[in-house]
């Protein structure tokens, strides 16, 4: 035995080569996490700087009670429509890429590459923090601040002797945008799930691309809507450009309405059928791909 042991030491049957070297930890979700980490602060910076600076410095109002649910729950659907918008825009560039070049064949630059191989955890990011924003949504009764505002608001009401305080057009805007909430909410747990390795596998190519595809955009146009539904007529009111810069919800539906529009050209027939052909092998002739070609016979 100490012979064998001077020979093969036991650690080598215990653990393997592979086994002692230094694997990392969720390396898929590296990119994903920072960027959403970015979003995150960037937004949260700006929003504190809107409604809770802004207030201090101009008016000595102490509204710092804002961040731990109010603030937060700005900085959650911003982030998330953010990275819904990100799982569908490589896709797009990789269209446009195919169409520039007129070919299947030519390798994605690297960063392309990387990022489409990330929307599958740009997506559950996604959904993590539109469940949040939900969740934050509902505690927004309990919050005793809030209960100190109903009870203002009511005051006001007697003082003013008005017997009904109904506003139709904010009953029509609060009832269409959380519906179209709930809509986006469930069409993202849906795809989340599809994306679960036991699910994917038991769903065809066809069935897991219109799934992942057509219902992503869908999703996407929801949480957009949304948005802009939630926006309803600040849009022209001038006290929403504090400091001169645009409310949260216009900075985060940019990028969504970009990635939709792109989308719709690309749907158009003169490119679609383009996409169509390249991606069964048809080749633009080019002398770049004449030359690819040479090369691959």
């Known amino acids: 035995l100490f012979d ?14 592979e086994q002692r070297c230094k694997q990392d930890l969720f390396p898929k979700w590296h990119l994903p996490m920072k960027i959403a980490s970015v979003i995150s602060l960037l937004t ?15 008016k000595k109002e102490n509204v710092f009670y804002k961040i731990p649910i109010l603030v937060i729950n700005k900085v959650l659907p911003v982030t998330s429509i953010t990275l819904l918008a990100l ?7 990789a269209a446009s890429f195919q169409l ?40 927004y009764p309990m919050r005793r601040s809030y209960r100190y505002k109903l009870l203002n608001w009511a005051f006001q009401q007697v003082k003013q002797k008005k017997e009904n305080a109904w506003i139709e057009h904010d009953v029509w805007r609060m009832e269409i945008y959380v519906s179209l909430g709930i809509l986006g909410l469930a069409l993202l747990a849906l795809l989340a799930i599809t994306s679960i390795p036991s699910v994917s596998h038991s769903l065809t190519w066809r069935e897991f691309h219109c799934i992942q595809s057509k ?18 007529n600040k849009w022209v009111d001038a006290n929403q450009f504090i400091w001169y810069t645009p409310p949260s919800f216009m900075v985060a539906v940019f990028l969504p309405i970009v990635v939709l529009l792109c989308k719709c050209v690309l749907l158009l027939p003169c ?7 390249i991606r069964s092998g048809w080749e633009a002739k080019t002398q770049a791909n004449q030359t690819s070609i040479s090369s691959r016979l």
């Open 4 to 17: 064998l042991h001077q020979a093969h030491p036991f650690g080598e049957f215990e653990h393997s080569s």
């Open 44 to 58: 949260f910076i700006y929003t504190s700087m809107r409604d809770v600076i802004y207030p201090f410095i101009t």
């Open 87 to 93: 799982v569908y825009l490589p896709g797009i560039l």
């Open 100 to 139: 520039y070049f007129g070919t299947k064949y030519k390798r994605f630059p690297q960063w392309l590459d990387r990022w489409m191989l990330s929307r599958k955890q740009f997506g559950l990011l996604s959904f993590f923090f539109a469940t949040l924003h939900a969740c934050y949504s509902l505690c």
């Open 215 to 232: 219902m992503g955009y869908l999703a996407l146009l929801l949480c957009t809507v949304h948005a802009l539904v939630f926006a309803w």
């Open 271 to 277: 490119f679609r059928n383009r996409i169509r052909k």
